[in-house]
């Protein structure tokens, strides 16, 4: 199963890293713009000389009680880099937005997907992905960054992401979006308690049934921190072993920090896969 991402045609039946590339003012500890684009350049030619085939730029923290970003300040974080990346590094840039400006925007610059955390819930945002042409992953969350990790409650997680998938699906096709198009993520952490979340890792690989690839993101989350009692820099291995079970079951893209070693445990879950 191949998709294209802005000319650039990856085998989906193959799990592949995406490396995460925080542009937010806290992620480097930069004196100005002209520093944080710069370091940001270095990080993303590190992690795709460890092997990622997708670097995710996200220019707007997800982090509940962050500070709202401004449209200008997130088009000025992201544009710089997407840029220079788009300019420099054979890998595929995806977009960590929900706003349409930053879709359209980036899009024309290079990027290679869009990576919306609220699934194209943001007025204009599925006419954006439609006509920005390129990938779109459509992750579930329940409300907003803000309050999702409140009182997270569901009457059945599987069947309530599956349902919440299939609707913003739906939407997206509706205004354009083209099926081949689109990779699905049931968004963990997102509004979701430590148990809805191993329940999602659990029964993961019912989510083929809705016909797109799947993205994970688990690396570092807080549901590692819970169950191994390990702070966010201790959570390498448990950040490893959610890859690899992500990785055995389907997952066509892990979302992580830890390229060079995600990339390895990979290899080793598709060198079984081949031997068949
Ligand atoms: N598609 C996709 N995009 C993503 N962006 C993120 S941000 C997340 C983090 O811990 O990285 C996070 C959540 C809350 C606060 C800070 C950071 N997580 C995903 C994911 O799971 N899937």
Redesign the pocket.
Known sequence: MEMSFAGRVLDMSRCHV?G?L?VTPDSFSDGGKFNSRDAALVRARQMVADGAAFI?V?GE????G?APVSLQEELDRVCPVVEAIAAELDTVI?V?TSSPEVMAETAKLGAGLI???RALQRSGAPQAAAAAGIPV?I?HIQGE?DTMQDRPEYRNVRREVSSFLTERMRVAEQAGVLPENI?L??????GKSLEHNLQLLASMEQLHILGHPL????????MLGKITGREVDERLPASIAAATIAAMKGAS?V?V?DVRETVDAVRVVAAMKEAG
């Open positions: 995406m995460i925080n995710d996200g923290s997800t982090r509940p962050a995806s960590d990576n919306d955390v992953c992750m960054p990779i993520d049931p968004g963990f952490g997102f993205l994970i993101g688990i690396s570092r989350k807080s893209i979302r920090h």
